[in-house]
């Protein structure tokens, strides 16, 4: 195999500063691409405010990846901010590294011009895209939930669109449909982390042979020990890791909780990790602290509060199972892998990533969306059956590593480049 | 009969339109005329009562009157038998309207009754007879009477001739000389003594001397006759105006407008500065009245859209829109759009080029711009991506709204460097419409055809254009050329347009069939001939866009250039073809939308419907057999 791929990598941000879930799997490829005997070698691009504004320069953070002051100006239809840089600097960005391949892992906080630009600058380079969310096909910030509720949305329609943003006119999402369809017909291939996330995609638009599943890559490591149980301790301690949105069902599992009878939720132990909070809506935050209080106070809710990526295996040790409450779609949950990563079982909502990241009875338990006395029932039951446990961590396979990840993009462009020439 | 019984009854007499029947006998050849007796005849009008039948009667002659054709002979005479003629020997056309009282003379004379003393002769004044000769009923031959002819009617003798004169002018064409000569008699009195009702709501000034419009309304009771007038002698009656119905004004006089009559009225006045007071009067058997007057007028803007906005502001029932346009409105607005035309002739264009365009380009794609412009990113990706587009046409965007330049421009620069797409930009700085934003794209164009495109028609798929040219271009005799359109959501918006006529409106409309059904339901293999086809893709061949001397630019933001277009095609022996398998996304009126779909929009529609309907026709009526 001759190194002869040079693949650079764009990202809507840097994890280093926006440690999110398309952000680390961007950035864990670039260096697995790095890694790999096929690649000459690749760089990293990542949209960033350094406090300048969206004034277009390219700035360099470590060996081959580079800072990108660059934005988006008009997010209903994902137009670029600094229109002069695609250019300029990226242009001479391109010219320069001479990439063969283009791995975008996002258009939000760059803009969708930027394919072009680089198609312009050089039409034979190959243009891979990864799809985190369902923003192309959702303009309430691609959730798919209707907007201004927490009711789920199964489709997009002209019609259906323009009830959740009355202001706007069915014209209005057609225009917008377009211009990302026309954006996305310059990218060669489509990933997808998952095939709920394919199947939308899909069925908005993109020709199914046009889009693969490849699940994030994660650094491979050992499981952790089962957490040491004291004399009489059961498997009872729930942990949720993740941003505390109201997108994120915290407040479906605190709803669990307190519908317990005083005597069974003492069995429970929920920890909170996640951060964010105080960034919400006041009512939001209300609410949760509303509900927060009486259960801690009770000693059944521990409010850890944010974490670093390096503490994440220490608290993960502290549980017994993770817990994933969401209640919009996700696409793939990086907790979810993360969990299984350290052989954790995991408990979530049965719609979308979760539910096909989560196999029901092998390595967790699927509860339905937003119930919290169901809710309350599964971690009532999980707490009491030991051996559920047992079995369910045994079902967990270890889950996909990024140098695997890169490998499977790389077979896909050769799969693909022998399907064209054969 | 009491004195006053009397007195009314002459007074009913008097308000009547018509001949008592008394005296009508008596406008008959005279008994022994013929040959011509001698006769006694004052040379001066007689100052004192003439006696007759031997002294038994008495007859005075008070005033003669012109009017118009028409003497008017006031008089009394105690011989209730009395006969009158203008001449010997000739019968004329005389007659006596009416006897009634005449208290005075019967207290003078001494005399029993005042009943029937006086009359009132009418005939014709076209002989100019400067005498009547009078014949007692006991007298053997006539006496005759210089008619002692008055200037002016005397204030006592109104409510004698005031009927007649009424009835007399409201029979000349207000305005006329006759009509002025008549109306100088009458006098002039309070506007309550007529009793009439009516209001001058707005005056209008044309800019350029165009002169106004001024609307209101009139209550045409029987025995009210109404006219507008202005400025020195300037007059036109109600009836020349276009009158609607007003509701509101039966409202206020229950019981008072005549059934089926239309109070409202709005009025073309050709000769109107805003200088002038218009005055809206009234004459009646009373005399005359300025009922209304407006001194304060309004002056219209000389861009057409702004003066029809305007002008259209003033109500009219829609079903009555059409007619209004033809007889007020259009008097108005087509000098104002004739202007327009004829500064944007005179008007250079500006240009800018992005990138180079192909060398004698198969075709010409030329959008106007007007209001929104991010639809050109999205034209601009998907002829980026048509080969044919790419490499066999030229694509100019024509700039119709000053404000938009610099917007546009940036855009266009981006646009075009980003997708390295040549794009010509064209505009004069001046808003003058669609037709001509379409015509000053063709002054650039040096394609061998035009394709006319709405900025908000987005091609679905690569291939369409090329599609087009071969159907323009398989035969001769194929004039233009219209695609598919589909809404957003999917349904067909243009499939070929058709003319029908709305009894409603009167007038020819454009319609579309099959508009929102699925494609698929009106599925069609090839081309095929329609009455019209759409302006928002219409191709043509640059010969026949000459020919027919491009964009009709007499209508006002319109609805009926394109099947204007069409029609001109069609007269020039050119058909229209329906093109299925071109197919493009058409956000309709989206680019439109300030205008709004409001009451205004419907008026100028019809409007433009009126003229569009005037213009053709003939040509409409026989495109009513085709299908579309």
């Known amino acids: 195999m001759t190194a002869s791929e040079r693949i650079l990598v764009t990202s809507h941000g840097h994890p280093h500063f926006n440690y999110g879930g398309g952000e680390i799997p961007a950035y864990n490829l670039f260096r697995a691409y790095r890694e790999h005997p096929a690649v000459e070698d690749s760089f990293f691009l990542a949209s960033c405010d350094r406090g300048r504004g969206a004034n277009g320069a390219i700035s360099p953070r470590g060996h081959n990846e580079y800072l990108w002051e660059q934005t988006v100006a008009d997010w209903f239809r994902m137009t670029v901010a600094h229109e002069e840089s695609l250019h300029r600097e990226l242009a001479d960005l391109i010219r320069a590294i001479r990439p063969t391949l283009v791995h975008a892992h996002h258009y939000a906080h760059m803009g969708l011009e930027y394919l072009q630009a680089i198609r312009r600058a050089d039409p034979g380079i190959r243009i891979i895209m990864t799809l985190h969310e369902y923003i192309a096909i959702c303009a309430n910030s691609g959730q798919m939930v209707k907007a201004g509720s927490t009711r789920l949305c199964h489709r997009e329609s002209l019609d259906d669109c323009r009830r959740c943003f009355p202001d706007r006119t069915a014209e209005d999402f057609w225009l917008r449909k377009h211009r990302f369809l026309s954006y996305f017909n310059l990218v060669d291939r489509f990933v997808a982390p998952s095939d709920f996330l394919r199947r939308r995609y899909v069925d908005w638009g993109i020709e199914p042979g046009r889009i693969v599943v490849i699940e994030n890559g994660q650094e491979p490591r050992s499981p952790l020990p089962p957490r040491a149980l004291g004399p009489g301790e059961t498997r009872n301690r729930f942990g949720f890791f993740g941003q505390i949105t109201p997108f994120k069902g915290i407040d479906v599992l605190l709803r669990a909780l307190a519908a317990l009878p005083r005597s069974e939720r003492r069995k429970l132990v929920l920890e909170i990790n996640g951060a964010n909070l105080e960034n919400q809506p006041p009512d939001f935050q209300e609410y949760i602290n509303g509900l927060r209080t009486p259960l801690e106070r009770e000693g059944v809710l521990q409010w850890n509060g944010p974490y670093e990526p390096f503490q994440m295996s220490g608290r993960l040790a502290n549980v017994d199972w993770v817990v994933v409450p969401s209640i919009w779609w996700e696409s793939s949950p990086m907790v979810i892998q993360e969990a299984f990563l350290h052989g954790r079982p995991v408990v979530g909502s049965d719609i979308g990533g979760m539910a096909e990241k989560i196999t029901d009875g092998v390595n967790g338990r699927h509860v339905p969306v937003g119930n919290a006395n169901a809710w309350a029932q599964t971690m009532s039951r999980l707490a009491a059956d030991g051996d559920e446990w047992e079995r369910l961590r045994g079902g967990i396979k270890p889950p996909l590593s990024y140098s695997e990840c890169a490998q499977a993009h790389l077979d896909m462009l050769t799969a693909r480049r022998e399907a064209l020439t054969a | ?628």
Not at chain 2, 407 to 431: C, H, Q, Y
């Open chain 2, 1 to 628: 009969m009491t004195e006053s019984a009397a007195d009314a009854e002459m007074d009913n007499r008097a308000s009547r339109n018509g001949v008592t029947g008394l005296m009508g006998s008596l406008s008959i050849r005279p008994r022994g005329a013929r040959g011509g007796g001698k006769l006694r005849a004052p040379e001066q009008p007689g100052r004192e009562p003439l006696s007759i039948n031997d002294g038994r009667d008495k007859l005075f002659v008070e005033a003669a009157y012109r009017v118009g054709k028409k003497l008017l002979i006031v008089g009394w005479s105690t011989d209730l038998g009395l006969e009158f003629f203008s001449a010997p020997g000739r019968a004329i056309d005389a007659r006596c309207r009416f006897r009634h009282r005449r208290k005075d003379v019967a207290q003078s004379l001494d005399l029993r009754s005042a009943r029937d003393l006086g009359f009132l002769l009418e005939l014709d004044n076209r002989k100019d007879p400067r005498a009547l000769l009078f014949r007692g009923s006991a007298e053997p031959e006539p006496v005759a009477w210089f008619l002692p002819l008055r200037e002016r009617i005397e204030p006592s003798h109104w409510r004698i001739v005031g009927e007649s004169v009424y009835e007399l002018l409201t029979k000349e064409r207000p305005g006329s000389k006759a009509w002025h000569e008549t109306r100088a008699l009458i006098p002039a009195v309070p506007a309550e003594t007529g009793k009439a009702a009516g209001f001058i709501e707005g005056v209008m000034i044309a800019p350029f001397d165009g002169g106004g419009v001024a609307y209101g309304w009139a209550l045409e009771e029987p025995g009210k006759a109404f006219w507008l007038e202005a400025g020195e002698g300037w007059v036109i009656g109600l009836g020349e105006t276009f009158r609607q119905p007003r509701r509101d004004v039966r409202a206020l006089f229950p019981g008072r407008a005549p059934p089926n009559s239309d109070a409202g009225f709005i009025a073309f006045l050709p000769d109107l500065d805003e200088e002038s007071t218009v005055r809206l009067c009234c004459v009646t058997a009373d005399g005359q009245s300025v009922v209304s007057e407006l001194g304060r007028t309004h002056a219209l803007p000389d861009d057409p859209l702004g003066a029809a906005q305007q002008l259209f502001g003033v109500e009219t029932p829609e079903t009555l829109m059409g007619a209004r346009y033809a007889r007020i409105d259009s008097k108005v607005l087509s000098p104002l759009v004739q202007r327009r035309v004829e500064q944007f002739r005179a008007t250079p264009e500006i240009r800018q080029d992005f990138g180079t365009s192909v060398a004698s380009p198969d075709v010409s794609i030329i959008v106007p711009l007007y209001g929104r412009y991010d639809f050109l990113e999205h034209q601009v990706m998907e002829f980026c991506r048509d080969p044919y587009v790419r490499s066999r046409c030229q694509v100019i965007y024509s700039i119709d709204q000053p404000e938009i330049v610099d917007g546009v421009i940036a855009e266009g620069r981006k646009i075009s460097r980003l997708f390295d797409f040549p794009l010509n930009f064209v505009w004069t700085g001046m808003n003058f419409g669609y037709s001509a934003a379409n015509n000053l794209g063709a002054r650039i164009a040096t394609g061998h055809n035009l394709l006319f495109l709405n900025s908000d028609a987005i091609p679905t798929d690569p291939g369409w254009l090329e599609q087009m040219v071969e159907t323009l271009e398989a035969h001769e005799a194929t004039g233009a050329v219209g695609a598919q359109l589909l809404f957003p959501t999917g349904g067909i918006q243009h499939a070929g347009m058709r003319f029908e006529y709305i009894d409603r409106f009167r007038v020819w409309m454009n319609e579309h069939p099959h508009s929102g059904l699925a494609s698929d339901l009106v599925a069609e293999a090839g081309p095929r001939v329609v009455p019209g086809v759409t302006g928002a893709c219409l191709l043509l061949s640059r010969q026949d866009f000459d020919a027919v001397g491009g964009w009709d630019m007499g209508y006002i933001v319109g609805d009926f250039e394109d099947s204007d277009l069409c029609l001109s095609l069609r007269a020039r022996k050119r058909l229209c073809l329906y093109e299925p398998r071109a197919r493009l996304v058409h956000l309709e009126r989206q680019s439109f939308s300030g205008l709004g779909l409001g009451s205004f929009r419907l008026r100028l529609t019809l409007a433009n419907a009126q003229r569009h309907t005037e213009r053709w026709a003939s040509v409409l009526a026989n495109t009513s057999e085709e299908t579309a």
